[in-house]
């Protein structure tokens, strides 16, 4: 497959990228995906990590869980929230390596 299918393939799911971009487009949803990227976690655990109030995590775990970016499991009262596929934190690899190569090139103009 070349760069010009690779297009063609993105063309068509362009809504579903603007989705997915949306959903990564907040600070705190990173920083949260990349926190449960290392284990399944609660929102009570996740909150105190990353001194976010509960509510604040619970609002952005239900927009990543709705991404399809986190799925959940309950373990008795609890539920706890994880990553929902390796790709994930490829992609979240990914970008990151990205923009630091833009922010460096942007710093050499």
Same mark, same amino acid.
């Given at each position: 497959m070349d760069h010009e299918d690779d297009l063609k393939g993105v063309g068509r799911? *362009?809504?579903d990228l603007a989705f997915l971009a949306r959903a990564l487009s907040d600070e705190n949803r990173l920083r949260i995906l990349m926190h449960?990227?290392?284990g399944r976690l609660s929102v009570t655990q996740i909150a105190e990590e990353l001194g *976010?109030?509960?509510p604040l995590v619970s609002h952005? *775990?239900?927009e990543l869980k709705r991404a399809l970016l986190v799925d959940v499991e309950r373990r008795g009262?609890?539920?706890?929230y994880g990553?929902?596929?390796?790709?994930v934190l490829d992609v979240l690899r990914s970008i990151g390596t990205l923009a630091r190569q833009l922010i460096a090139d942007r710093s050499s103009f």
């Open positions: 799911s *362009l809504a449960v990227g290392t *976010l109030s509960q952005h *775990l239900k009262p609890f539920i706890h990553i929902s596929r390796p790709e």
